[in-house]
């Protein structure tokens, strides 16, 4: 019986409390963001799809077609070509196929990039019914990119 | 018209729990042979979401296969990032600096608070209480967006590198920690542990219940928290010392009742310490580069190597064979939370159901590190 009050007692003191604390959190600023309209802030690090980056004079890639990023990628998601240079030595960059459905966005291709062709973008709102609209052509993005420059 | 059903004193059926169930969290199947409400006898079914972990690690280079470390145990990622920087650093002899090792022993302490307060906030909902999910959510979503800014990434991290971190912290990250630190203990007496801890309800379903013997965890190698409820001392952190740990001054945990209670006792504590860690860490913050001299291709010498550390869960080991090759020979990973499911079935023996699902909420099981 004396176990049955106690009981009673604690219980009716959790109660107590748990409502006290309910009330006094109650009046505390909102934390939460409402996402569609209030946009949070990105970092400097944010990790989106990767993309190229172009030359600030020519808006050309950066890249060299070393294949480097091809070779870091653990998941095969980069597939680039190249031919060669008709004014000088070294290659131009023709092809560059970002398979995003498979990407981890582990940051290898970026790291081993010696050449700042590479960085992440900072798309986040990607969705889509479709697969094929992840498979990016990340040249066509680059050129999209220097027209709005200009 | 129902017909009532009336079973046989002796009579016993077998109950599904899983493959999808909201007590599981995630894709675990328990087959209950049940006598009524009492479970005669409980044997976990694995292998829904096996994606073959070891072998990906074996056909890729030893930096491929960092990505999938942090898919493996997703609450406590960065553990598994350091577990397997670890053993391939022992392999390759990669010299780590120290400004670099402490920013490990931050972001990995971080992280564990992360985990913990994410097991409680799951914990709690499995016992049907929604309210301290939302809180401890709150104080969740400032520890991940602290590690965003240094990681970049928000849950599966892939941070450290062979032979140092991604990235270095910056003040600001320093004075966002140390707030934080001041916020959750400023929290934690009220919201955790008035609200919670000392509330009638959570008492009178989790104490007393669930009970495991140090014997058992001994025998089925449960490690972590659950060890450390059932009065086993045991710590990696503590009794075999990685990276800068011995340079910090905390406790182990340990309570000896062997109850959920004090595998939940267990894990506020262990918040607290992890906390301390922290602390000492910014305090003695090294100067210096963060990136050591690491080869781009690794070819590790041949033989074996293992190391070890601890996750939010118990200990994680890498066993890790080289025959001189880009690839890793083979891998093997010991993951907490399998040997701490193994001793479900002996000890969910003889339970009501309703006390068995507070039981493996007490385990803290996260899947996709069982079957990996």
Redesign the interface.
């Known amino acids: 019986m004396s176990g049955y009050l106690s009981d009673i007692v604690t219980g009716g003191k959790s109660l107590v409390t748990g409502l006290a604390i309910t009330a006094r959190e109650f009046f505390r600023p909102v934390v939460t963001e409402q996402y569609p309209w209030e946009v949070p802030t990105m970092t400097p690090l944010f990790r989106g799809h990767i993309e190229l980056i172009g030359n600030e004079e020519t808006g050309e890639p950066n890249c060299v077609v070393c294949g480097m990023c091809q070779r870091a990628c653990p998941s095969v998601c980069i597939s680039l070509d190249g031919k060669k240079n008709e004014s000088g030595k070294g290659k131009v960059l023709t092809r560059y196929i970002l398979d995003f459905t498979k990407c981890s966005l582990c940051g290898s291709c970026v790291e081993s990039c010696n050449f700042n062709a590479l960085r992440f973008s900072r798309d986040y709102n990607l969705a889509s019914f479709d697969k094929n609209d992840f498979t990016m052509d990340l040249m066509k993005r680059l050129e999209e990119q220097n027209r709005c420059k200009r | 018209m129902t017909v009532p059903v009336h079973l046989r004193h002796d009579e016993t059926f077998v109950l599904n729990l899983g493959p999808q169930h909201p007590a599981t969290h995630g894709v675990l199947r328990v087959k209950l042979t049940m006598d009524g409400e009492y479970i005669v006898k409980a044997e976990p079914v694995l292998g829904y979401i096996h994606r073959m972990h070891e072998k990906m690690a074996e056909n890729?280079t030893f930096?491929?296969?960092?990505?999938?470390t942090a898919?493996m145990d997703y609450l406590h990622a960065l553990a598994f990032n350091h577990g397997w920087a670890l053993v391939v650093e022992k392999a390759a002899g990669i010299e780590v600096p120290e400004r670099a090792e402490y920013i490990r022993v931050i972001t990995v302490e971080l992280n564990r608070i992360a985990s913990h307060l994410l097991w409680w906030a799951a914990f709690l909902l499995d016992l049907g209480g929604f309210?301290p999910l939302l809180?401890a959510f709150?104080d969740r979503?400032k520890i991940i967006d602290l590690l965003?800014?240094?990681?970049?990434?928000r849950l599966?991290y892939?941070y450290l590198r062979f032979g140092g971190v991604?990235?270095d912290i910056d003040d600001e990250f320093v004075a966002g920690t140390r707030d934080f630190i001041k916020r959750l203990r400023g929290r934690m007496p009220?919201?955790y542990h008035?609200?919670v801890t000392?509330?009638?309800?959570l008492i009178k379903r989790i104490k007393d219940i669930g009970f495991v013997t140090a014997e058992q965890c001994r025998r089925y190698g449960a490690t972590g928290p659950v060890a450390r409820g059932s009065g086993i001392d045991y710590d990696i952190r503590k009794n075999e010392p990685y990276s800068v740990y011995p340079e910090f001054d905390f406790d182990v945990p340990v309570f000896t009742e062997g109850d959920s209670m004090a595998r939940y006792m267990v894990r506020m504590h262990e918040m607290e310490q992890s906390m301390r860690i922290i602390e000492q860490a910014l305090d003695k913050l090294p100067g210096g580069p963060v990136m050591g001299k690491a080869p781009k291709v690794l070819k590790p010498e041949a033989g074996y190597y293992y190391s070890a550390v601890e996750t939010a869960r118990g200990s994680l080991g890498h066993r890790l064979v080289c025959n001189g090759d880009k690839n890793p020979y083979k891998l093997k990973l010991r993951s907490p939370t399998f040997s701490n499911l193994s001793l479900f079935g002996e000890v969910a023996e003889g339970m009501l159901l309703a006390d068995a699902l507070a039981f493996m909420g007490s385990l803290d099981l996260v899947i996709p590190e069982i079957d990996r």
């Open positions: 890729g930096a491929q296969f960092m990505p999938n898919r309210t809180y709150d979503e965003e800014r240094v990681t970049g990434s599966t892939c991604y990235n009220r919201l008035d609200l000392h509330n009638i309800i």
